[in-house]
T-cell receptor
């Protein structure tokens, strides 16, 4: 069967390597998902989003994968850089709602 | 302004005191949201304004919390008789309109510490 990544509260990655951050969402009715990056002392910053009618979306150095069957979301960061060190949150929303529901964050630390 | 501005950035207050936290949304954004972020956790919804009215205040923890947006732009979150458990980062976000078709922009937050 298909493996599903576990959510880890922390992730340490070597500079230049790829990072994978996992998130399990709770509401099967959610149809819009967002990844946010939060640096110390700042608010969440939008990275990438995906709607439930897609299973993959790519941005600049980032890819989001959505597995609705197991309610799992992942964020892949290519060639991780020191500036990528932050806490990453996934958030879910239904299309007729406005309240973001955030998952547990993952603290990413990039080693030089 | 270019982004969502929140003041003060830090606030230390004594237990039992009253505090006001201010949010200046992006100009023209009709939807404004307050979230609370406790240490090590994701933000949690408090209240949503559409224009001047509080369309949804279901996230406010109790009646010590109140928010206003009298002219449909700046919003103030008010906390009465503060308790140590109110210590958190209070985040404000705005969007052109409510819903997933419009991006949410967050401010840097106000870190409230109740001693």
């Amino acid at each position: 069967g298909e493996s599903v990544g576990l959510h880890l509260p922390t992730l340490s990655v070597q500079e230049g390597d790829n990072s994978i951050i996992n998130c399990a969402y709770s509401n099967s009715a959610s149809d819009y998902f967002i990844w946010y990056k939060q640096e110390s002392g700042k608010g969440p910053q939008f990275i990438i989003d995906i709607r439930s009618n897609m299973d993959k979306r790519q941005g600049q150095r980032v890819t989001v994968l959505l597995n609705k069957t197991v309610k799992h979301l992942s964020l892949q960061i290519a060639a991780t850089q020191p500036g990528d060190s932050a806490v990453y949150f996934c958030a879910e929303l239904t299309s007729n709602d406005y309240k973001l529901s955030f998952g547990a964050g993952t603290t990413v630390t990039v080693r030089a | 302004g270019a982004g969502v501005s929140q003041t003060p950035s830090n606030k230390v207050t004594e237990k039992g005191k009253y505090v006001e936290l201010r949010c200046d949304p992006i100009s023209g954004h009709t939807a404004l949201y307050w979230y609370r972020q406790s240490l090590g956790q994701g933000p949690e919804f408090l209240i949503y304004f559409q224009g001047t009215g509080a369309a949804d205040d279901s996230g406010l923890p109790n009646d010590r919390f109140f928010a206003v947006r009298p002219e449909g732009s700046v919003s103030t979150l008010k906390i009465q008789r503060t308790e140590r458990g109110d210590s958190a980062v209070y985040l404000c976000a705005s969007s052109l309109m409510a819903g997933p078709n419009y991006g949410y922009t967050f401010g840097s937050g106000t870190r409230l510490t109740v001693v």
